[in-house]
C-alpha cells in the first residue's frame, strides 16, 4: 500500500512539473471583454460544463436554480470591496502619487501598492484629499509593496468612502457608474481590494428561490487581494507563488458544510475566492475548520479538492490561476474547449461577464 501511494505521489508531481502556463492560453477578442455590468445582475448568459462529459448547454443565469438541489448548500464569500483606490500628491514636490490598499496589517498600517513607487521611498509622506488624510511610507516590502502610515481626524472608513475609488480590475476601462454595482448584495465584512465575481449575478430575489428550493446558504469570508490581477510570470506552475489573502469560516459555516456533505448533499461554491476558502480551511478527511487566518492555496490540475463538488464561476483570463482552478476541476480540455465555445457564441468575459456552471 505504501509503495503504491508513493507512485502515485510521484505521478502526480510528474504530470505537475509538465504543466506550463502556454497550456491554459486561449484566444480572447479584445471586444468580449464586459466593459459595464448589464441592468439587470442576474440577466447574463450561463454557459453550463459537465465535469464529467465536456457536454455543454446554454442558458441563462436565473436558470440557475434548476440545478441546485434540495440538501445541497451553496457557499458564498460575503467580502466587502473597500474604495481602495487613493489619488494623492507627494507632500515634498506635489508629484501625484497612485495607492492601492491590499490589507489591513494593524489599524492604521496597511500594505499598498503605489505607482510610481520611485517616488515612495521610506519616509516619503503622501497627502489625500487637500489634507483630509496623510500616509507616511514607512517600509519596502516584498515585491516593491510598501507598508503606509496613515492619520486623519474622525473614522477611516468613512474618509476612505469620501476620497476612495472602486479598484476596479485594469482590463475594465469605463467609468463605474454606480459603486454599487462592484458589491455582491450580500457584502457585508469589508476589506478586499476586488470584488468577488461570480456573486456579482444573484440578486436578493434569486437567493430567495435558491433557499425556497431547499437550498442553504453559506456565508464565508476572503478578502480578495493583488493577486486576483497579477499575472502568472512563470512558465512551469510550479513556481508560481500566490500571495497570501485573509479567510474566516465561522463555527456555523463549517458546521453547515459538514452536514451537507454527511447527508450525501452537494456544496457548491460560487467563485473560486469561496472555493479558496473552504479547501484551505479542510483537513484531510474532508471536513471544514473553523477559523481564520492566511492562505496562499494554489489550485491546478491535479489536485484533489476536498470539500468542493461544483462550481459557479465567471470566465477568466488566459494563463490566470482562476483558469487553473477551474481546470482542476473540470479538467483542461473540456475547460478549454468550453472557453473557444463561449468565444465563438460571444459571451461576455471577466468581471462584468457572464457566467459559467460546472456540474
Not at 492560453?25 to 465535469?51: H, M, T, W
Request: net charge negative; with cysteine; charged share 25%.
Amino acid at each position: 500500500m505504501f509503495l503504491r501511494n508513493a507512485e502515485r505521489i510521484e505521478e502526480e508531481r510528474e504530470r505537475m512539473e509538465a504543466l506550463l502556463k502556454k497550456d491554459f492560453y486561449f484566444d480572447l477578442p479584445e471586444e468580449l471583454i464586459a466593459q459595464d455590468p448589464l441592468a439587470d445582475r442576474s440577466g447574463s448568459r450561463l454557459l453550463v460544463l459537465n465535469k464529467e462529459t465536456g457536454e455543454i448547454a446554454h442558458k441563462v443565469f436565473t436558470d440557475i436554480v434548476d440545478y441546485l438541489h434540495e440538501g445541497d448548500c451553496l457557499v458564498l464569500n460575503n467580502t466587502k470591496v473597500i474604495p481602495a483606490r487613493l489619488m494623492g500628491e507627494k507632500k515634498e514636490t506635489g508629484a501625484a502619487i497612485e495607492v492601492l490598499l491590499l490589507k489591513r496589517r494593524e489599524h492604521d498600517v496597511w500594505e499598498t501598492l503605489v505607482k510610481p513607487g520611485k517616488k515612495a521611498r521610506v519616509g516619503a509622506q503622501i497627502v489625500f484629499g487637500g489634507g483630509l488624510l496623510t500616509g507616511t511610507v514607512i517600509d519596502v516590502i516584498e515585491e516593491g509593496n510598501r507598508l503606509i502610515q496613515f492619520s486623519y481626524e474622525g473614522i477611516f472608513e468613512e474618509v476612505l468612502d469620501k476620497l476612495g475609488e472602486m479598484p476596479l480590475p485594469p482590463y475594465i476601462t469605463h467609468k463605474l457608474q454606480d459603486k454599487n454595482r462592484y458589491q455582491t448584495v450580500y457584502a457585508k465584512q469589508e476589506g478586499s481590494a476586488a470584488a468577488p465575481t461570480a456573486g456579482l449575478h444573484f440578486t436578493q430575489e434569486l437567493l430567495k428561490k435558491v433557499e425556497e428550493k431547499g437550498v442553504r446558504l453559506v456565508y464565508v469570508t476572503l478578502h480578495v487581494g493583488l493577486g486576483t490581477f497579477r499575472p502568472v510570470k512563470e512558465d512551469n506552475l510550479l513556481n508560481h507563488h500566490m500571495h497570501s489573502e485573509w479567510y474566516e469560516i465561522t463555527p456555523d459555516a463549517a458546521e453547515l458544510i459538514n452536514s451537507t456533505k454527511q447527508a450525501g448533499g452537494r456544496v457548491i461554491c460560487v467563485g473560486t475566492t469561496s472555493c479558496r476558502t473552504i479547501e484551505s480551511a479542510a483537513d484531510e478527511s474532508g471536513s471544514v475548520v473553523a477559523g481564520n487566518g492566511d492562505t496562499e492555496i494554489f489550485i491546478y490540475p491535479g489536485y484533489r479538492f476536498k470539500v468542493l463538488d461544483n462550481l459557479i464561476t465567471n470566465f477568466h483570463l488566459p494563463e490566470s490561476t482562476l483558469i487553473m482552478l477551474v481546470s482542476a476541476l473540470a479538467g483542461r480540455e473540456h475547460v478549454l474547449n468550453a472557453y473557444r465555445t463561449a468565444v465563438l457564441e460571444k459571451y461576455r468575459f471577466f468581471s462584468f461577464g457572464d457566467a459559467m456552471f460546472i456540474e
